[in-house]
C-alpha cells in the first residue's frame, strides 16, 4: 500500500509580495545601471539651452528646458522636410567653433551616421515642433527653482541680470548631454558659468 504524497508547501501572500518586492527592485537596478553605463559610455556633447515662458516653468519638481531641437526649420536644414505628427523624427548634430551642438539635418529614418538624436515630431508645419525626452529635468525642488530662476536670468537675490550674455540663445547655464547609439538624449548635468556640474545616479 504505498503512502500519500505530502502535498507541496504553499507559498503564502506575504512571500508572494517579498518575492514581487525584490523582483522589481532587482528590475529597476539593472535599469539603473544600464542608464549610468549609457550616460557613461556614449559620446557628449554640449547644447545652448534656456526656459520657457517663467509663468509656466515649473510644474512639481523639474524645470522645462527649451534646446535648438525643440523647434526645427526643415528650409534651413538639410535631409528630409515632409513630417508628421506622432512619426519619428532623426536630427544630425554638428559641433560648432563654440564648442555648442546644432542641428544641421533632419532624416524620417537614421541617417546611419554622424551624432544622431532620435525623437518624435509633436507638431508638423512651417516649424517641426518635435520631442527628445530631455525637455524636463527633474531635481529637488530647491534644485529644479534655482535652474527655473538662472535660465531666466535671475540673480540670487530677485533682480534681473541685464546685458547680451543673458539675452536668449546666449545663457551661460548649457546642457551637457550623452548621445547613445540608440540617439535617444540622456541628460548628464549642466555647464553653468563654464563649470561642469554633472548629475550622480549613485
Known amino acids: 500500500m504505498s503512502r500519500p504524497r505530502p502535498n507541496p508547501p504553499r507559498i503564502g501572500p506575504l512571500t508572494h509580495v517579498v518575492l514581487m518586492a525584490i523582483a522589481m527592485t532587482v528590475f529597476l537596478v539593472i535599469m539603473l545601471v544600464r542608464h549610468e553605463q549609457a550616460r557613461a559610455n556614449s559620446p557628449e556633447l554640449v547644447m545652448a539651452v ?13 524645470a522645462q528646458l527649451r534646446t535648438p531641437l525643440h523647434a526645427l526649420d526643415p ?7 515632409a ?19 546644432s542641428p544641421v539635418s533632419l532624416h524620417r529614418d537614421h541617417p546611419g551616421t554622424g551624432l544622431v538624436a532620435t525623437g518624435y515630431v509633436r507638431h508638423a508645419g512651417d516649424r517641426v515642433r518635435a520631442q527628445f525626452n530631455i525637455e524636463r529635468y527633474y531635481a529637488g525642488r530647491r534644485e529644479a527653482l534655482a535652474l527655473e530662476d538662472r535660465l531666466r536670468g535671475v540673480r ?3 533682480e534681473p541680470e ?4 543673458n539675452e536668449p540663445g546666449n545663457s551661460q547655464v548649457r546642457v551637457i548631454l550623452a548621445v547613445p547609439a ?9 555647464e553653468i558659468d563654464g563649470e561642469r556640474r554633472i548629475d550622480r545616479v549613485w
Do not use: C, Q, W
Open 162 to 165: 541685464n546685458g547680451p550674455e
Open 182 to 190: 540608440s540617439g535617444h538624449l540622456l541628460i548628464k548635468g549642466f
Open 156 to 158: 540670487t537675490d530677485g
Open 75 to 81: 528650409d534651413r536644414l538639410d535631409g528630409d522636410n
Open 50 to 62: 534656456e526656459g520657457y515662458d517663467p509663468r509656466d516653468m515649473l510644474l512639481g519638481h523639474y
Open 83 to 101: 513630417f508628421e505628427a506622432g512619426e519619428p523624427i532623426f536630427v544630425t548634430l554638428e559641433i560648432g567653433e563654440d564648442g555648442l551642438a
